[in-house]
């Protein structure tokens, strides 16, 4: 009955229907439309919050509540700037950029690389323009946009975005600048002190965040996969050196299961080894799903192995003693660190791309020819909306039960009230937004006090008597 | 038996008591503490977010989940640079600050005419440095810090906080500069078109959203009261001007009902109302709260009418139609706003206030003398732990069922698990933290398969079968 209608579709295809439905229905606006846009930067409509909450809720009970062994964080944005001073932020969190002096077009230089085949990846400047020079004599090096060939040479930007919080001034100087965090661990590294302090966890232990942090991207692009102002889910797991092994691979495995739990096909994902290490780590991996919406696979969420470097670096800048003392070995030592990192709106893209499905539906439609519906298949704990609940009629006998279960389910989840045009036009309303389950109310409620339940995925509906509807939906919805 | 001892003492003692808490126990550490602090920013350890988070998530439910006609909105932090022209922020959003030549500390000009019974509120700059001399003349005017009398006069500073987000160059100029928001709803007025175009509300309906502002706040004080990087939840109610006061009454009196769902007993609340409006408002209340930590009532939660001055804005400095036509009426206008506003901090710290209890307990400790315990008194919905598994030893036998007891329930709640020292001290933290519940398991379990659930409040012991645990501490806890 249910036949996929996305076998043949390129990836832009997808991706135009993908950012199509989320600003036509609510998920994700571009930010200030109304001026012109502001580039890089996206806002969440009302069902892309609900999903984004539900995201990060399901990480949150995964990385901490499920978790004997892993606390929360909620830091600031805004932290001392020695803090990147330590992390090695200020000196080395550049990219390098091409701009085009024809069309003012700016380039990532180690994406321009990538284009050709050619590996940038932590390579120093002067070895990315002799690369660049040699593409250049070739004429093959040419402006994306415009096709100028008049294009500068790669130049160095830093990525971290100042602000002048604090020194309510006019000019920003070297002495007063601070920094938006680029990544949400440095919060963690500088609250590992106090955590210990107050919640006394014995190694290993991990502390998990959720946050804000902000970089100045060259090249902000391919919808909410990158962009300047965007949230992350870090955890940081603490532990001593003779663990890191075991440890990087039990949250290798536990993050790799968290994604097929949430109804990811393992066919979608795959491991990346890092070629080349920061200097500090000493294994690094991504998660790479198939964005279908993308062309193919793209880093997800990173488990990283970083050795002591971090709580070296802080104690070493700040002077503070960040060992660890192990009351059995009566060892003192710095810990190592196994993190896990992702992106709220990476990863909800994800959700996005792999529940996006065009079914061609077996019922025929008045023109007499087949169907054809959009649905949002996400895993029912992700999906914005639990419940929609769908009088057959307007009329006063329909719509006041209806209001009243309306009420009644409300208090326990997100639960939408749709009474307008055909019951047919609302499932189809609600199947575009993921909605598990359609509840209509119709006259033989008022006799048989039961009501028909329509499952999204499979379109079968069952008669449940309103006495046993809100255990019912409850137990489906996990 | 329980007898407060909260009567005598001074707000100061109450606040170091509270701050002191705070930090000893993982809800709240100042920021960047092992680099000598970062004024006016606080991080929340891990019992603090989870208390965040209940907290927002009461709010989201009342605001939004339970009310059909308000639908949620997640925006950027960054936005273009217009929509702050428009808001009047760039223009007027400054305070009077005056320095002391002496020691370097800054002071708000109007604080200080107000320690004179002088209310500067809304005052021109002229007419606060006419005041100040007065006072310099009458030698009164000195620093609160050294007592110096060599004093600035009051000059203005933007709270606008600057950023140099998407253009990663080295100058701050006025051409590309942008600011960080300094309230939230900035977002919702600039997604009131795309809200509309996408979910098609019928008026009057409310876009509500939770998110960081920033303000460059001259003195930055009274623990996280008022802090440079905030937490707002905001929600813009959009109607027909002719509706303004039967919704403005609503609004009033549904936030006022939610503090007292919540605990807080109504003899805490006051309605403030301003006795200047701001030239667009219509009418302007606060809710305050009697904060015992310092001093007395101060405002909680605003409830503002705001007319047509933010769409009328916004519209003429995008170009863009921000009317709305009611098919009804036939009538096309630019939609009223009632809003309410409130600090999710500044909310948390209303209900630490009113949570935080000293009791004499009629149990006599081992130097006979009767004890005290602190206890959080949260409703039990917004505790940050719900639930605390005790095993009475670290035995085997007890702590295999024990975790697997914390494993089952985990799954539903935050649940601490503490086998270390005594019953006694286990029971105190867990008051300390607000733990509505505390479950302890003990030989007697393995063979009644009952555990002991001990009340926070009441202290009273009730024995309870393991299969109807979950039932019983899920009705409880509401």
């Not at 690369?131 to 093959?140: A, S, T, V």
């Not at 039960?401 to 326990?412: G, H, I, R, T, Y």
């Amino acid at each position: 009955m249910l036949e996929s209608k996305d076998m043949n579709e390129s990836h832009q295809e997808r991706m135009e229907k993908i950012v199509s439905l989320c600003k036509r229905r609510g998920f994700i606006f571009p930010s200030s439309e109304i001026y012109g846009g502001f580039s890089g930067v996206y806002d969440y409509g009302h069902y892309g919050t609900l999903l984004l909450n539900n995201v990060k809720a399901a990480w949150q009970k995964s990385v901490a509540q499920e978790r004997m062994d892993v606390v929360l964080l909620d830091s600031a944005i805004f932290m001392h700037p020695t803090t990147w001073k330590a992390s090695g932020h200020i000196d080395g969190f550049n990219d390098p950029q091409v701009d085009c002096r024809k069309c003012k077009s700016r380039f990532r230089a180690d994406h321009m690389l990538e284009e050709f085949g050619i590996n940038a990846d932590k390579q120093p400047l002067d070895w990315i323009n002799t690369e660049l020079d040699k593409l250049r004599e070739e004429k093959k090096l040419v402006c994306a946009n415009c096709k100028s060939a008049d294009l500068t040479e790669a130049k160095v930007f830093s990525l971290m975005v100042k602000s002048n919080l604090g020194s309510p001034t006019d000019a920003l100087t070297e002495d007063n600048v601070v920094y938006l965090r680029p990544e949400t661990c440095g919060g963690i590294y500088l609250e590992y002190k106090n955590t210990v302090d107050s919640l006394h966890p014995k190694l290993p232990f991990g502390i998990a965040q959720i946050g804000k942090a902000f970089r100045n991207e060259i090249v902000a692009k391919q919808f909410v996969f990158r962009t300047r102002e965007f949230e992350q889910m870090e955890m940081q797991y603490f532990h001593h050196q003779s663990q890191t092994n075991n440890i990087f691979e039990q949250w290798h495995n536990y993050r790799w299961a968290f994604y097929l739990d949430y109804g990811i096909p393992e066919s979608k994902l795959n491991w990346h080894k890092h070629d080349k290490l920061a200097h500090y780590a000493s294994d690094a991996y991504d998660i790479e799903y198939n964005y279908a919406m993308l062309g193919g696979f793209k880093e997800l969420e990173g488990v990283h192995a970083r050795g002591d470097w971090d709580l070296s670096q802080h104690s070493k800048f700040s002077g503070q003693d960040l060992s660890y003392f192990d009351e059995a070995t009566k060892e003192r030592f710095t810990p190592h660190i196994v993190e896990t990192s992702v992106g709220v709106a990476r990863m909800t893209l994800a959700f996005l791309d792999n529940a996006y499905t065009e079914e061609e539906v077996g019922e025929v439609d008045v023109t007499g020819k087949k169907d054809t519906r959009v649905v949002l298949k996400l895993d029912k704990r992700l999906a914005p909306v639990k419940v929609a609940v769908l009088p057959l009629s307007k009329k006063e006998e329909l719509s006041v039960p209806a209001q009243a279960l309306w009420k009644k389910l409300s208090k326990k989840m997100f639960v939408e009230y749709d009474d307008t045009q055909s019951i047919g036009k609302r499932y189809r309303r609600q199947d575009e937004i993921g909605t598990p389950y359609c509840v209509t109310v119709d006259f033989d409620t008022l006799t048989d006090n039961a009501v028909t339940v329509r499952d999204r995925d499979t379109m079968q509906q069952e008669r449940i008597n309103l006495d046993n509807l809100e255990a019912y939906l409850v137990e489906k919805l996990g």
